[in-house]
Protein backbone atom coordinates (compact mmCIF):
# COMPACT_ATOMS: atom_id res chain seq x y z
CA UNK A 1 0.00 0.00 0.00
CA UNK A 2 0.95 3.75 0.29
CA UNK A 3 0.73 6.42 2.39
CA UNK A 4 -0.64 9.34 0.41
CA UNK A 5 -1.15 13.12 2.28
CA UNK A 6 -2.70 15.97 1.24
CA UNK A 7 -3.08 19.70 1.30
CA UNK A 8 -4.93 21.88 2.73
CA UNK A 9 -7.47 19.17 4.35
CA UNK A 10 -10.02 21.50 3.79
CA UNK A 11 -10.88 25.48 2.94
CA UNK A 12 -13.06 27.91 2.29
CA UNK A 13 -12.64 30.08 -1.06
CA UNK A 14 -14.26 32.94 -2.80
CA UNK A 15 -15.34 32.63 -5.85
CA UNK A 16 -12.80 33.96 -8.66
CA UNK A 17 -10.13 32.67 -6.55
CA UNK A 18 -7.70 29.56 -7.25
CA UNK A 19 -7.13 27.38 -5.04
CA UNK A 20 -3.89 24.63 -4.98
CA UNK A 21 -3.95 21.48 -4.01
CA UNK A 22 -0.87 19.44 -2.57
CA UNK A 23 -0.77 15.48 -2.91
CA UNK A 24 2.33 13.84 -1.65
CA UNK A 25 3.38 9.92 -1.56
CA UNK A 26 5.73 8.17 0.73
CA UNK A 27 6.95 6.23 -2.02
CA UNK A 28 7.56 6.66 -5.98
CA UNK A 29 5.05 5.90 -8.03
CA UNK A 30 4.08 6.05 -11.92
CA UNK A 31 0.28 7.23 -12.05
CA UNK A 32 -1.49 9.71 -10.16
CA UNK A 33 -5.15 10.44 -9.87
CA UNK A 34 -7.35 13.28 -9.26
CA UNK A 35 -10.73 12.79 -8.55
CA UNK A 36 -13.83 15.17 -7.21
CA UNK A 37 -16.82 14.14 -5.40
CA UNK A 38 -19.17 16.28 -4.41
CA UNK A 39 -21.86 16.18 -1.65
CA UNK A 40 -23.27 12.84 -1.50
CA UNK A 41 -21.84 11.58 -4.55
CA UNK A 42 -19.65 8.93 -6.10
CA UNK A 43 -15.95 9.89 -7.40
CA UNK A 44 -15.33 11.23 -10.83
CA UNK A 45 -12.23 11.27 -12.58
CA UNK A 46 -10.85 14.48 -13.09
CA UNK A 47 -7.46 13.50 -14.90
CA UNK A 48 -4.31 11.39 -15.12
CA UNK A 49 -1.20 12.73 -13.75
CA UNK A 50 2.07 10.65 -15.34
CA UNK A 51 5.47 12.07 -14.60
CA UNK A 52 7.34 13.58 -17.47
CA UNK A 53 4.10 13.82 -19.91
CA UNK A 54 1.14 16.20 -19.67
CA UNK A 55 -2.12 15.61 -17.43
CA UNK A 56 -4.93 13.64 -19.11
CA UNK A 57 -7.93 14.40 -18.81
CA UNK A 58 -11.77 13.29 -18.80
CA UNK A 59 -14.35 14.98 -20.39
CA UNK A 60 -15.57 17.61 -18.40
CA UNK A 61 -12.62 18.82 -17.05
CA UNK A 62 -10.20 21.23 -18.59
CA UNK A 63 -6.87 22.14 -18.45
CA UNK A 64 -7.46 26.09 -17.92
CA UNK A 65 -9.76 25.06 -15.09
CA UNK A 66 -7.70 22.42 -13.43
CA UNK A 67 -4.54 22.83 -13.99
CA UNK A 68 -2.18 19.69 -13.18
CA UNK A 69 1.36 19.43 -12.29
CA UNK A 70 3.86 16.38 -11.60
CA UNK A 71 6.96 17.49 -10.92
CA UNK A 72 8.06 13.57 -9.84
CA UNK A 73 7.12 10.37 -8.67
CA UNK A 74 6.06 11.54 -5.36
CA UNK A 75 3.98 14.86 -5.41
CA UNK A 76 1.64 16.23 -8.09
CA UNK A 77 -0.48 19.66 -7.61
CA UNK A 78 -4.05 20.43 -8.73
CA UNK A 79 -5.31 23.60 -8.70
CA UNK A 80 -8.65 24.68 -8.96
CA UNK A 81 -9.07 28.17 -10.89
CA UNK A 82 -11.60 31.16 -10.92
CA UNK A 83 -13.58 28.91 -8.57
CA UNK A 84 -17.66 28.95 -8.67
CA UNK A 85 -20.05 27.56 -5.80
CA UNK A 86 -20.68 24.68 -8.17
CA UNK A 87 -16.53 23.76 -7.74
CA UNK A 88 -17.39 23.19 -3.75
CA UNK A 89 -16.74 19.31 -3.62
CA UNK A 90 -13.98 16.88 -2.15
CA UNK A 91 -11.27 16.82 -3.91
CA UNK A 92 -8.81 13.29 -3.89
CA UNK A 93 -5.80 12.10 -5.01
CA UNK A 94 -4.63 8.52 -5.52
CA UNK A 95 -2.55 6.50 -6.93
CA UNK A 96 -1.81 2.84 -8.64
CA UNK A 97 0.09 0.32 -7.72
CA UNK A 98 0.87 -3.47 -8.50
CA UNK A 99 0.04 -5.35 -11.61
CA UNK A 100 -3.91 -4.62 -10.12
CA UNK A 101 -4.30 -1.26 -10.84
CA UNK A 102 -5.82 -0.75 -7.30
CA UNK A 103 -5.98 2.57 -5.96
CA UNK A 104 -4.76 4.09 -2.47
CA UNK A 105 -6.46 7.25 -2.19
CA UNK A 106 -5.40 10.15 0.00
CA UNK A 107 -8.12 11.75 2.70
CA UNK A 108 -9.36 14.54 0.54
CA UNK A 109 -9.50 18.47 0.51
CA UNK A 110 -13.18 19.45 0.93
CA UNK A 111 -13.66 22.67 -0.74
CA UNK A 112 -16.18 25.72 0.08
CA UNK A 113 -16.54 28.53 -2.30
CA UNK A 114 -18.89 31.32 -1.17
CA UNK B 1 -18.45 2.77 -21.91
CA UNK B 2 -17.60 1.24 -19.11
CA UNK B 3 -20.80 1.41 -16.34
CA UNK B 4 -20.82 0.52 -12.76
CA UNK B 5 -24.58 -0.09 -11.03
CA UNK B 6 -25.50 -0.27 -7.57
CA UNK B 7 -29.04 -0.41 -7.05
CA UNK B 8 -29.38 -0.12 -3.53
CA UNK B 9 -28.87 3.25 -2.53
CA UNK B 10 -28.91 2.43 1.39
CA UNK B 11 -28.77 -0.61 3.22
CA UNK B 12 -29.39 -1.51 7.00
CA UNK B 13 -28.37 -4.49 8.75
CA UNK B 14 -28.15 -5.87 12.47
CA UNK B 15 -24.87 -5.69 14.28
CA UNK B 16 -23.55 -9.46 14.16
CA UNK B 17 -25.84 -10.38 10.98
CA UNK B 18 -25.00 -10.48 7.38
CA UNK B 19 -25.43 -7.99 4.72
CA UNK B 20 -24.78 -8.40 0.61
CA UNK B 21 -24.07 -5.40 -1.14
CA UNK B 22 -24.99 -5.34 -5.24
CA UNK B 23 -22.95 -4.12 -7.98
CA UNK B 24 -23.28 -5.10 -11.58
CA UNK B 25 -20.81 -3.75 -13.99
CA UNK B 26 -20.85 -3.33 -18.17
CA UNK B 27 -17.77 -4.05 -20.49
CA UNK B 28 -16.49 -5.05 -23.27
CA UNK B 29 -13.26 -6.54 -21.72
CA UNK B 30 -12.21 -9.89 -20.80
CA UNK B 31 -9.51 -8.93 -18.61
CA UNK B 32 -10.10 -6.39 -15.87
CA UNK B 33 -9.95 -5.76 -12.17
CA UNK B 34 -13.14 -5.27 -9.67
CA UNK B 35 -12.67 -3.40 -6.01
CA UNK B 36 -15.24 -2.45 -3.17
CA UNK B 37 -14.22 0.56 -1.17
CA UNK B 38 -15.14 2.04 1.87
CA UNK B 39 -15.41 5.33 2.61
CA UNK B 40 -16.57 6.13 6.17
CA UNK B 41 -17.68 9.79 7.49
CA UNK B 42 -14.10 10.61 7.83
CA UNK B 43 -13.91 10.25 3.77
CA UNK B 44 -10.95 8.46 3.45
CA UNK B 45 -11.69 6.14 0.67
CA UNK B 46 -10.35 2.21 2.20
CA UNK B 47 -9.93 -0.78 -0.24
CA UNK B 48 -11.89 -3.79 1.00
CA UNK B 49 -11.42 -6.01 -1.61
CA UNK B 50 -10.21 -7.11 -4.58
CA UNK B 51 -11.02 -9.44 -7.59
CA UNK B 52 -9.18 -10.43 -10.75
CA UNK B 53 -11.72 -11.00 -13.74
CA UNK B 54 -9.62 -14.25 -14.91
CA UNK B 55 -9.60 -15.45 -11.44
CA UNK B 56 -12.63 -17.98 -10.63
CA UNK B 57 -12.16 -18.03 -7.21
CA UNK B 58 -14.16 -15.74 -5.24
CA UNK B 59 -12.13 -12.81 -2.89
CA UNK B 60 -12.09 -13.19 0.60
CA UNK B 61 -10.89 -11.06 3.31
CA UNK B 62 -11.56 -11.41 6.70
CA UNK B 63 -15.28 -10.91 7.38
CA UNK B 64 -15.59 -9.54 3.71
CA UNK B 65 -15.77 -12.24 0.66
CA UNK B 66 -17.07 -11.56 -2.81
CA UNK B 67 -19.47 -13.45 -5.38
CA UNK B 68 -18.18 -13.01 -8.77
CA UNK B 69 -20.54 -13.82 -11.74
CA UNK B 70 -18.43 -13.09 -14.77
CA UNK B 71 -20.84 -13.87 -17.30
CA UNK B 72 -23.88 -11.75 -15.25
CA UNK B 73 -21.09 -9.37 -14.74
CA UNK B 74 -22.19 -9.53 -11.56
CA UNK B 75 -19.77 -8.49 -8.65
CA UNK B 76 -21.47 -8.69 -5.14
CA UNK B 77 -20.13 -8.32 -1.49
CA UNK B 78 -20.94 -10.13 1.01
CA UNK B 79 -20.18 -8.68 4.89
CA UNK B 80 -20.60 -11.25 7.73
CA UNK B 81 -20.75 -10.75 11.37
CA UNK B 82 -21.39 -6.69 10.72
CA UNK B 83 -19.94 -4.87 13.19
CA UNK B 84 -20.88 -0.90 14.01
CA UNK B 85 -17.29 0.11 12.37
CA UNK B 86 -18.79 -1.46 9.21
CA UNK B 87 -21.10 1.77 8.97
CA UNK B 88 -19.92 3.43 5.65
CA UNK B 89 -20.62 4.57 2.03
CA UNK B 90 -19.42 1.20 -0.04
CA UNK B 91 -18.12 1.78 -3.97
CA UNK B 92 -18.16 -1.13 -6.27
CA UNK B 93 -15.27 -0.05 -8.55
CA UNK B 94 -14.23 -1.70 -12.16
CA UNK B 95 -10.90 -0.51 -14.15
CA UNK B 96 -9.11 -1.52 -16.92
CA UNK B 97 -6.57 1.46 -17.20
CA UNK B 98 -9.08 3.97 -15.58
CA UNK B 99 -10.89 3.37 -12.48
CA UNK B 100 -15.01 3.86 -12.68
CA UNK B 101 -16.92 3.89 -9.39
CA UNK B 102 -20.79 3.10 -8.91
CA UNK B 103 -22.94 5.25 -6.96
CA UNK B 104 -22.46 3.82 -3.85
CA UNK B 105 -24.40 1.93 -1.30
CA UNK B 106 -24.88 4.18 2.50
CA UNK B 107 -24.51 0.92 5.16
CA UNK B 108 -25.53 1.31 8.08
CA UNK B 109 -25.39 -1.12 11.38
CA UNK B 110 -27.79 -1.30 14.18
CA UNK B 111 -26.61 -2.28 17.30
Known amino acids: SAVISQKPSRDICQRGTSLTIQCQVD?????MFWYRQQPGQSLTLIAT?????????ESGFVIDKFPISRPNLTFSTLTVSNMSPEDSSIYLC???????????FGPGTRLTVT | AQTVTQSQPEMSVQEAETVTLSCTYD???????LFWYKQPPSRQMILVIR??????QNATENRFSVNFQKAAKSFSLKISDSQLGDAAMYFC????????FGAGTRLTVKP
Open chain 2, 51 to 56: QEAYKQ
Open chain 2, 27 to 33: TSESDYY
Open chain 1, 94 to 104: SVALGDTSEQY
Open chain 1, 49 to 57: ANQGSEATY
Open chain 2, 93 to 100: AYTVNDMR
Open chain 1, 27 to 31: SQVTM
